[in-house]
Antibody, heavy 113, light 112 residues
Framework: EVQLVETGGGLIQPGGSLRLSCAAS????????MSWVRQAPGKGLEWISV???????YHVDSVKGRFTISRDTSKNMLYLQMNSLRAEDTAVYYC???????WGKGTTVTVSS | DVVMTQSPLSLPVTLGQPASISCRSS???????????LSWFQQRPGQSPRRLIY???NRDSGVPDRFSGSESGTDFTLKISRVEAEDVGVYYC?????????FGQGTKVEIK
């Protein structure tokens, strides 16, 4: 069964850093592009980052320079390193496979003092 | 960035009746490979999004055939032929042709 499980969320102060992880099973993370999508409380979906099967990455402007997506094919894991966190980064963060046919349950990040 | 505009944003429906959600893109979603990458997602209360439709009109595995997708140029439509109680939730369109991927604002479907 193809599955994604996100971990690493929590309460963090503004300006802090956090690394989210996404464990994949049933497929290899390098076989398709992998994305992070977030959803602020009561709001819609916002795609933020992708790592292509070839390894190159792309980030939306609102997180560019602060967030970094990466993967570890030996562990079959996807990551999102988040630095210089702001209150507006508060959201549930989902990882998703390829054309978003598979999503994890999400992990909650709260940025607050 | 491509702007995806959904309407209506709220859709009260009667059980057993049809429902329709529209999504308009600010530019063509026809990819250089000839495909149109427009997807529809359902997000039930308290759950992760679930893809229902990909490439405009293809249903994902396990999606009931009461869900259908269509297009007319840059206008896309998700139709539910007969709404059931389990269809309550928020529906999003998303374009997968251009980077960054962009979603519509969401349409909340509720039972009257």
């Amino acid at each position: 069964e193809v599955q994604l499980v996100e971990t690493g969320g929590g309460l963090i102060q503004p300006g802090g850093s956090l690394r989210l992880s996404c464990a994949a099973s049933g497929f290899t993370v390098s076989s398709d592009y992998m994305s992070w999508v977030r959803q602020a409380p009561g709001k819609g979906l916002e795609w933020i980052s992708v790592v292509y099967s070839g390894g190159s990455t792309y980030h939306v402007d609102s997180v560019k320079g602060r967030f970094t997506i990466s993967r570890d094919t030996s562990k079959n894991m996807l990551y999102l390193q988040m630095n210089s966190l702001r209150a507006e980064d508060t959201a549930v963060y989902y990882c998703a496979k390829g054309g978003m046919d598979v999503w994890g349950k999400g992990t909650t990040v709260t940025v607050s003092s | 960035d491509v702007v995806m505009t959904q309407s209506p944003l709220s859709l009260p429906v009667t059980l057993g009746q049809p429902a329709s959600i529209s999504c308009r893109s600010s530019q063509s979603l026809v990819h250089s490979d000839g495909n149109t990458y427009l997807s529809w997602f359902q997000q039930r209360p308290g759950q992760s999004p679930r893809r229902l439709i990909y490439k405009v009109s293809n249903r994902d595995s396990g999606v009931p055939d009461r869900f259908s997708g269509s297009e007319s140029g840059t206008d896309f439509t998700l139709k539910i032929s007969r709404v059931e109680a389990e269809d309550v939730g928020v529906y999003y369109c998303m374009q997968g042709t251009h980077w960054p991927r962009t979603f519509g604002q969401g349409t909340k479907v509720e039972i009257k």
